[in-house]
């Protein structure tokens, strides 16, 4: 059967509805051209073998953890990137910001600025449309303390820090909201809210939030504050994954491929188009199964899982 | 040693201190008089225990859960309660509002009409200070579905339907934020502000909020929602426990002692205090180990952790 047979006669509406089909399962094999493989979704692949699978899946982007990209040195990690193809989207991750002044807060922003200058370079080394985005996540109450708001202000005084480096490096910084699960060892900013009054204090380009489904979609706020993000130009990376209960007993370790929970990324991915987003969208898998499973295997579903449940939601044209 | 030897030389100053220690010693063997048992902490015991443990142990009124007491039958159940002398505080629990239309939703609602007439009941039967407090948990999204916003307007429709029996019955709704992580399978309204937001349709008398610091205390936005459930009269029930990581492996499971974990007592209780509210305050545990442990050891580890952590924070005169 060829393109041609669905004008040849008046029967062909099941021809045409047939090809329909095809064209679809066509569109499933090709991975979304917007979609990048968050390297943490198959956590114990290296670096290379990383690169390898996304891009031998069709996949053209991918977003990079500091563990794996040290393991074989930055300047080998920029290589590597350049000669994949690949599109970078983010650098996985800055912050840990909480802890009071001292040796251990002074190390944590001295190795912060160190993610700056990786980000930098693995976005220049990533094919044309990379971005140069560090991700961050706040840090947990310091141990001991109950002090929330407190660890808050520390988070903005670092980040404040921060700032001229990122600047000078081209670097965005994308704070990232957490689930408020995690407030107590993991992140004091829970909400997009809070990320983007954080952000107000500096340059949109220079910091930004990480608008993961994940974290927000339960946010009675979260459409406006999506919208708020666009207006004020904060949306540094748009990530998906789903929320399915039971959680898993490590909650850390309880994120979905999009589609297999009940985020509805209909509503929360036409805000964000709406919002004026146009770049790149991560998949971010937490999971043990999904660890478990071959690299090229979780790559493949993770592609099909977004062309399903995301790419519908994105404007005809993408990027 | 007499309280007059702290006034008798100027080498008083450790005695007094030792004063001030047996003092606290024996303020913390008498229950601080506002203190609540709610009767989920001592989940096990029937409702004749419960009541027995909770005034045995000095301390002066109690929440009560629906199951225990229709296990005796209303009738039954209040006059328990009338012999036991304590003050009767809320009823746990009314709610799971978010069904569609159709024989389920109305038998959720009817059974919520049952409630009502058991929260009044309650607390006529209950000693003076009683509260008819029924508290109302909003329900997760029905199963299959996705639509977060449908399933909160369904809530607020539902308690829409049920105002008037309240209102009749001299009974206080008492919406109850759940924390975001029950959001899917439990409730869909997880922040204090969301409560306020439906219930700023209703009387306050009629329709108010449970402000419990599990599930509240990570909102960026908590001391200023609470200001403003005061000001809205809005406060029907404070409720203390803490937030402690990692989490319980069911999560429902997860609740501690005031002071075993991380929450800031003191300026959420703090801010309950300026808001005006000078009611009773339930301590509701979940907890295998909690239920584990003998109920009367539970009630008097509850009223020396509530005496400590919570107490100082209340303003002197209490209720």
Redesign the interface.
Known sequence: MTAGDTVTTSTDTVTTSTDTATTSAATASRPDPRLSINQATIKYADLATALRVTAEAGVQAIGLWREPVQAVGLKTAAELLAASGLRFTTHCRGGFFTLPEGPARRAAIDDNRRAIEEAATLAAAGAEGSTAILVLVAGG?PEG?????GA?RRVRDAIGELVPDAAAAGVTLAIEPL???Y???RAVV??L??AL?IAADFEPSVVGATVDTFHI????DVLAQIARAGREGRIATYQVCD?????A???LLSRHYPGD????FG?LTGAVVDAGYTGDIEVELFNEDIWATPHDEVVRRTAAAFGAAVSPHLAPLGR
Do not use: C, E, F, N
Not at 217 to 220: L, N, Y
């Open positions: 109450l303390s109950r002090d929330l708001i808050r689930h408020p699960m407030a107590s060892d829970s909400t809210g809070q009054d979609w339960w946010d009675p929320w399915k209960t039971p959680l007993a490590d909650v929970g009940v985020i509805d509503s």
